[in-house]
Protein backbone atom coordinates (compact mmCIF):
# COMPACT_ATOMS: atom_id res chain seq x y z
CA UNK A 1 0.00 0.00 0.00
CA UNK A 2 1.59 3.08 -1.08
CA UNK A 3 0.21 6.37 1.32
CA UNK A 4 0.16 9.43 0.12
CA UNK A 5 -0.88 12.61 2.06
CA UNK A 6 -2.16 15.60 0.51
CA UNK A 7 -1.84 18.83 2.98
CA UNK A 8 -6.08 19.58 2.16
CA UNK A 9 -8.57 18.68 -0.11
CA UNK A 10 -7.46 20.98 -3.06
CA UNK A 11 -4.63 19.14 -3.38
CA UNK A 12 -5.87 15.29 -2.90
CA UNK A 13 -8.13 16.30 -6.16
CA UNK A 14 -5.29 17.66 -8.07
CA UNK A 15 -2.94 14.65 -7.39
CA UNK A 16 -5.63 12.07 -8.31
CA UNK A 17 -6.50 14.26 -11.63
CA UNK A 18 -2.39 14.20 -12.24
CA UNK A 19 -2.37 10.52 -11.23
CA UNK A 20 -4.85 9.76 -13.74
CA UNK A 21 -3.96 11.85 -16.30
CA UNK A 22 -0.26 10.11 -16.63
CA UNK A 23 -1.79 7.26 -16.58
CA UNK A 24 -4.41 7.95 -19.60
CA UNK A 25 -0.77 8.98 -21.27
CA UNK A 26 1.37 6.01 -20.59
CA UNK A 27 -1.26 3.40 -21.64
CA UNK A 28 -3.28 3.65 -25.27
CA UNK A 29 -6.24 1.82 -24.01
CA UNK A 30 -7.92 2.38 -20.17
CA UNK A 31 -10.22 0.09 -18.20
CA UNK A 32 -10.91 2.47 -15.47
CA UNK A 33 -12.97 1.62 -13.06
CA UNK A 34 -15.41 4.60 -11.25
CA UNK A 35 -16.85 5.86 -8.15
CA UNK A 36 -19.05 8.52 -7.08
CA UNK A 37 -19.91 10.19 -3.51
CA UNK A 38 -18.94 14.06 -2.06
CA UNK A 39 -14.83 13.36 -2.40
CA UNK A 40 -14.69 12.02 -5.92
CA UNK A 41 -16.31 15.18 -7.38
CA UNK A 42 -13.15 17.19 -7.22
CA UNK A 43 -11.35 14.79 -9.09
CA UNK A 44 -13.72 14.62 -11.47
CA UNK A 45 -13.57 18.53 -11.88
CA UNK A 46 -9.90 18.35 -12.05
CA UNK A 47 -10.30 15.49 -14.76
CA UNK A 48 -12.37 17.93 -16.94
CA UNK A 49 -10.47 20.93 -16.74
CA UNK A 50 -7.50 18.85 -17.87
CA UNK A 51 -9.80 17.61 -20.99
CA UNK A 52 -10.71 21.20 -21.47
CA UNK A 53 -6.86 22.39 -21.52
CA UNK A 54 -6.35 19.52 -24.02
CA UNK A 55 -4.04 17.60 -21.71
CA UNK A 56 -6.05 14.17 -21.82
CA UNK A 57 -8.43 12.32 -23.98
CA UNK A 58 -10.75 9.62 -23.12
CA UNK A 59 -11.23 8.12 -26.47
CA UNK A 60 -9.80 5.10 -25.68
CA UNK A 61 -11.10 4.78 -22.19
CA UNK A 62 -13.67 1.99 -21.17
CA UNK A 63 -15.55 2.66 -17.66
CA UNK A 64 -17.06 0.74 -15.11
CA UNK A 65 -18.82 2.27 -12.17
CA UNK A 66 -18.54 0.49 -8.90
CA UNK A 67 -22.54 0.47 -7.84
CA UNK A 68 -25.66 1.94 -8.50
CA UNK A 69 -29.62 2.33 -6.28
CA UNK A 70 -31.94 -0.38 -7.22
CA UNK A 71 -35.10 1.09 -8.55
CA UNK A 72 -34.04 4.55 -8.64
CA UNK A 73 -34.63 6.27 -12.40
CA UNK A 74 -31.00 7.27 -14.09
CA UNK A 75 -32.88 10.51 -14.00
CA UNK A 76 -33.19 11.04 -10.31
CA UNK A 77 -30.72 13.57 -9.23
CA UNK A 78 -29.63 10.50 -6.76
CA UNK A 79 -28.99 8.11 -8.91
CA UNK A 80 -25.34 6.90 -9.66
CA UNK A 81 -26.00 7.17 -13.80
CA UNK A 82 -27.03 10.91 -12.79
CA UNK A 83 -24.12 11.87 -10.99
CA UNK A 84 -21.78 10.70 -13.54
CA UNK A 85 -23.39 12.52 -16.37
CA UNK A 86 -23.36 15.61 -13.97
CA UNK A 87 -19.98 15.38 -13.18
CA UNK A 88 -17.88 14.03 -15.69
CA UNK A 89 -19.40 11.90 -18.44
CA UNK A 90 -20.97 15.29 -20.03
CA UNK A 91 -18.17 17.26 -20.12
CA UNK A 92 -15.48 14.78 -21.87
CA UNK A 93 -14.94 12.53 -24.64
CA UNK A 94 -16.20 9.21 -23.63
CA UNK A 95 -18.16 7.52 -25.86
CA UNK A 96 -21.24 6.59 -25.07
CA UNK A 97 -21.16 2.96 -24.92
CA UNK A 98 -17.96 2.52 -23.69
CA UNK A 99 -19.61 3.75 -20.12
CA UNK A 100 -21.02 1.04 -18.10
CA UNK A 101 -22.84 1.37 -14.68
CA UNK A 102 -25.30 -1.19 -13.45
CA UNK A 103 -28.60 -1.19 -14.10
CA UNK A 104 -30.49 -0.69 -11.05
CA UNK A 105 -33.92 -0.84 -12.64
CA UNK A 106 -33.59 -4.54 -14.70
CA UNK A 107 -36.41 -6.58 -14.27
CA UNK A 108 -33.94 -9.21 -13.36
CA UNK A 109 -31.13 -7.55 -10.67
CA UNK A 110 -29.64 -11.04 -9.96
CA UNK A 111 -29.01 -11.63 -13.60
CA UNK A 112 -27.82 -8.19 -14.25
CA UNK A 113 -25.30 -8.65 -11.04
CA UNK A 114 -23.90 -11.97 -13.50
CA UNK A 115 -24.33 -9.49 -16.80
CA UNK A 116 -22.44 -6.65 -15.04
CA UNK A 117 -19.41 -9.08 -13.95
CA UNK A 118 -19.15 -11.10 -17.44
CA UNK A 119 -18.90 -7.94 -19.40
CA UNK A 120 -16.41 -6.76 -16.85
CA UNK A 121 -14.01 -9.88 -18.24
CA UNK A 122 -15.32 -9.49 -21.92
CA UNK A 123 -13.35 -5.79 -21.63
CA UNK A 124 -10.29 -7.05 -20.26
CA UNK A 125 -10.92 -6.59 -16.17
CA UNK A 126 -10.34 -3.13 -14.69
CA UNK A 127 -6.73 -2.00 -14.98
CA UNK A 128 -7.41 1.14 -12.40
CA UNK A 129 -9.88 1.43 -9.91
CA UNK A 130 -11.29 4.51 -8.35
CA UNK A 131 -12.17 4.13 -4.42
CA UNK A 132 -13.91 5.86 -1.95
CA UNK A 133 -14.31 4.88 1.09
CA UNK A 134 -17.34 5.21 3.66
CA UNK A 135 -17.12 6.20 7.65
CA UNK A 136 -18.18 2.71 8.42
CA UNK A 137 -14.58 1.41 6.58
CA UNK A 138 -17.03 0.15 3.18
CA UNK A 139 -15.52 -0.06 -0.52
CA UNK A 140 -18.13 0.77 -3.14
CA UNK A 141 -21.40 -0.57 -0.94
CA UNK A 142 -19.49 -3.86 0.50
CA UNK A 143 -20.89 -2.79 3.86
CA UNK A 144 -18.84 -3.98 7.26
CA UNK A 145 -19.15 -7.94 7.35
CA UNK A 146 -19.06 -8.35 3.22
CA UNK A 147 -17.31 -11.74 2.21
CA UNK A 148 -13.74 -10.64 1.37
CA UNK A 149 -14.36 -12.69 -1.63
CA UNK A 150 -17.57 -11.43 -2.70
CA UNK A 151 -18.54 -10.92 -6.43
CA UNK A 152 -20.74 -8.28 -7.96
CA UNK A 153 -24.61 -8.74 -6.05
CA UNK A 154 -27.29 -7.13 -4.77
CA UNK A 155 -26.85 -5.62 -0.58
CA UNK A 156 -28.97 -3.83 1.67
CA UNK A 157 -27.76 -0.62 3.44
CA UNK A 158 -26.75 -0.65 6.55
CA UNK A 159 -28.29 1.91 8.71
CA UNK A 160 -25.34 4.34 9.03
CA UNK A 161 -24.67 4.57 5.00
CA UNK A 162 -28.52 5.15 4.72
CA UNK A 163 -28.19 8.59 7.58
CA UNK A 164 -24.59 9.25 5.19
CA UNK A 165 -27.14 9.74 2.43
CA UNK A 166 -29.73 10.98 3.96
CA UNK A 167 -29.55 14.42 3.39
CA UNK A 168 -29.07 13.72 -0.56
CA UNK A 169 -32.28 11.77 -0.75
CA UNK A 170 -34.27 14.59 1.28
CA UNK A 171 -35.05 12.24 4.37
CA UNK A 172 -33.54 8.84 5.46
CA UNK A 173 -37.08 6.99 4.31
CA UNK A 174 -36.64 8.23 0.78
CA UNK A 175 -33.31 6.65 0.38
CA UNK A 176 -33.53 3.57 -1.42
CA UNK A 177 -32.78 0.17 1.08
CA UNK A 178 -30.61 -2.40 -1.73
CA UNK A 179 -28.36 -1.33 -4.41
CA UNK A 180 -26.10 -3.71 -6.30
CA UNK A 181 -22.53 -3.46 -6.14
CA UNK A 182 -19.20 -4.88 -7.45
CA UNK A 183 -18.10 -7.15 -4.89
CA UNK A 184 -14.79 -6.90 -3.31
CA UNK A 185 -13.29 -10.15 -4.86
CA UNK A 186 -14.36 -8.29 -7.84
CA UNK A 187 -12.65 -4.90 -7.25
CA UNK A 188 -9.26 -7.15 -6.09
CA UNK A 189 -9.08 -8.10 -9.55
CA UNK A 190 -8.50 -4.74 -11.02
CA UNK A 191 -4.57 -4.15 -11.66
CA UNK A 192 -4.00 -1.44 -10.17
CA UNK A 193 -6.61 1.05 -7.46
CA UNK A 194 -6.47 4.41 -6.27
CA UNK A 195 -8.28 5.02 -3.15
CA UNK A 196 -8.93 8.58 -1.93
CA UNK A 197 -10.10 9.89 1.03
CA UNK A 198 -10.98 12.89 2.43
CA UNK A 199 -12.02 14.47 5.49
CA UNK A 200 -11.95 14.21 9.47
CA UNK A 201 -14.70 11.90 9.64
CA UNK A 202 -12.70 9.28 7.90
CA UNK A 203 -9.99 9.54 9.52
CA UNK A 204 -10.93 6.25 11.95
CA UNK A 205 -11.78 4.32 8.66
CA UNK A 206 -9.04 5.13 7.28
CA UNK A 207 -6.63 4.07 10.32
CA UNK A 208 -8.31 0.77 9.95
CA UNK A 209 -7.98 0.49 6.43
CA UNK A 210 -3.74 1.46 6.76
CA UNK A 211 -2.53 0.19 9.80
CA UNK A 212 -5.34 -1.73 11.43
CA UNK A 213 -5.61 -5.57 11.05
CA UNK A 214 -7.58 -7.32 7.52
CA UNK A 215 -10.93 -8.06 8.46
CA UNK A 216 -14.51 -7.75 6.84
CA UNK A 217 -15.49 -5.94 9.86
CA UNK A 218 -13.79 -3.06 7.87
CA UNK A 219 -13.76 -3.61 3.95
CA UNK A 220 -11.45 -1.68 2.95
CA UNK A 221 -8.94 -3.48 5.27
CA UNK A 222 -8.35 -6.20 2.13
CA UNK A 223 -6.60 -3.69 0.30
CA UNK A 224 -3.41 -4.49 2.03
CA UNK A 225 -3.71 -7.76 0.38
CA UNK A 226 -3.73 -5.74 -3.16
CA UNK A 227 -0.36 -5.78 -4.93
CA UNK A 228 -0.63 -2.03 -6.60
CA UNK A 229 -2.83 0.10 -4.39
CA UNK A 230 -2.53 3.82 -4.05
CA UNK A 231 -4.16 5.83 -0.87
CA UNK A 232 -4.23 9.45 -1.60
CA UNK A 233 -5.75 11.32 1.56
CA UNK A 234 -5.70 14.79 2.89
CA UNK A 235 -4.53 15.61 6.42
CA UNK A 236 -7.66 15.08 8.08
CA UNK A 237 -8.51 12.15 6.91
CA UNK A 238 -4.99 10.64 7.67
CA UNK A 239 -5.16 12.53 11.16
CA UNK A 240 -5.42 9.05 13.36
CA UNK A 241 -2.59 7.36 11.70
CA UNK A 242 0.95 6.86 13.72
CA UNK A 243 3.28 6.12 10.92
CA UNK A 244 4.73 8.54 8.54
CA UNK A 245 3.49 8.53 5.27
CA UNK A 246 5.17 10.30 1.74
CA UNK A 247 3.37 13.35 0.83
CA UNK A 248 2.06 14.88 -2.41
CA UNK A 249 5.42 17.11 -2.78
CA UNK A 250 7.56 14.54 -1.80
CA UNK A 251 6.12 12.05 -4.60
CA UNK A 252 5.96 14.88 -7.39
CA UNK A 253 9.63 15.36 -7.11
CA UNK A 254 10.61 11.76 -6.71
CA UNK A 255 12.72 11.07 -9.94
CA UNK A 256 11.25 7.49 -9.67
CA UNK A 257 7.94 9.32 -10.57
CA UNK A 258 6.90 7.48 -14.09
CA UNK A 259 7.43 4.13 -12.32
CA UNK A 260 5.38 5.18 -9.72
CA UNK A 261 2.57 5.17 -12.46
CA UNK A 262 2.90 1.99 -13.15
CA UNK A 263 2.80 0.60 -9.87
CA UNK A 264 6.45 -0.36 -9.03
C1 LIG B 1 -21.00 5.76 -1.24
C2 LIG B 1 -20.39 5.09 -2.46
C3 LIG B 1 -18.94 4.75 -2.22
C4 LIG B 1 -18.21 5.97 -1.69
C5 LIG B 1 -18.82 6.44 -0.41
C6 LIG B 1 -18.15 7.63 0.22
O1 LIG B 1 -21.25 4.85 -0.24
N1 LIG B 1 -21.08 3.90 -2.83
O2 LIG B 1 -18.37 4.29 -3.42
O3 LIG B 1 -16.86 5.64 -1.47
O4 LIG B 1 -20.18 6.78 -0.70
O5 LIG B 1 -18.72 8.82 -0.23
P1 LIG B 1 -18.29 10.27 0.18
O6 LIG B 1 -17.12 10.59 -0.65
O7 LIG B 1 -19.49 11.09 -0.16
O8 LIG B 1 -18.00 10.25 1.62
Not at 30 to 41: F, K, P, Q, W
Not at 198 to 226: F, N, R
Request: include cysteine.
Amino acid sequence: MKVIVAKDYDELCRFAGHFVTRWLQMHERVVLGLATGNTMIGFYKVLVEKYRRGEVSFKNVVTFNLDEFVGVEVTHEQSYHYYMKKHFFDHVDIAEDARFLPDGLAKDVLAECERYERLIKEKGGIDLMMLGIGKNGHIAFNEPTSSLASRTRVKRLEDETVEALAQGFGGKEKVPRYVITMGIGTIMESRHILMLASGKGKACAVKDMVEGPIGAYCPATVLQLHPHVFVVIDEDAGSLLTRKYDTVSSVLSDPYEEYFYEGK
